[in-house]
């Protein structure tokens, strides 16, 4: 499959590895749309949130988990946001399930910009 987060998973493309477990790998995007803007995404490839199901949602809680552990680790005392977009209306590029995890900046809200 010609996935690039599989390859950045597979360690074939590189990236900046922020934390990883058995069912989860965080990484800074290569194109920052505020001061902190890390993925998490799952080991196991889900191609966007409406392929969520019973069977994989455990991925989810847990991304949910690590986000957090993440924010207490790095200090977003702040706050952050957490996005996922889902096919072509909401801007989806990578067919790979995966949340930004923002933060680092107050920031706005509005369908129209996550940040
Ligand atoms: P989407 O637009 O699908 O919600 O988010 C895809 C994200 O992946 C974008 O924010 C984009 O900057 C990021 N991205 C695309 N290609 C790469 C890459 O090769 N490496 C990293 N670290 N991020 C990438
Ligand atoms: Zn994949």
């Known amino acids: 499959m010609d996935?690039?987060?599989?390859?950045?998973?597979a360690g074939e493309v590189p990236s900046t590895k922020v934390y990883e477990d058995d069912m989860v790998y965080a990484f800074k995007d290569i194109s920052p749309v505020a001061?902190?803007?890390?993925l998490i995404i799952p080991k196991?490839?889900?191609?966007?949130?409406?392929?969520?199901?019973?069977?994989?949602?455990?991925?989810?809680?847990?991304i949910f988990e690590v986000a957090a552990r993440?924010?207490?680790?790095?200090?977003?005392?702040?706050?952050f946001r957490i996005v996922t977009n889902c096919g072509e209306d909401a801007g989806q590029t990578v067919h790979h399930l995966h949340f930004?995890?923002?933060?680092?900046?107050?920031m706005g809200w509005s369908a129209?910009?996550?940040?």
């Open 3 to 9: 996935c690039l987060f599989c390859k950045i998973i």
């Open 35 to 38: 001061p902190v803007h890390y």
């Open 44 to 62: 196991e490839h889900i191609s966007g949130a409406s392929e969520i199901n019973e069977a994989n949602s455990k991925y989810v809680a847990h």
């Open 70 to 79: 993440i924010a207490k680790s790095e200090g977003f005392e702040n706050g």
């Open 100 to 106: 930004h995890l923002l933060a680092g900046k107050k």
């Open 112 to 115: 129209d910009s996550a940040v």
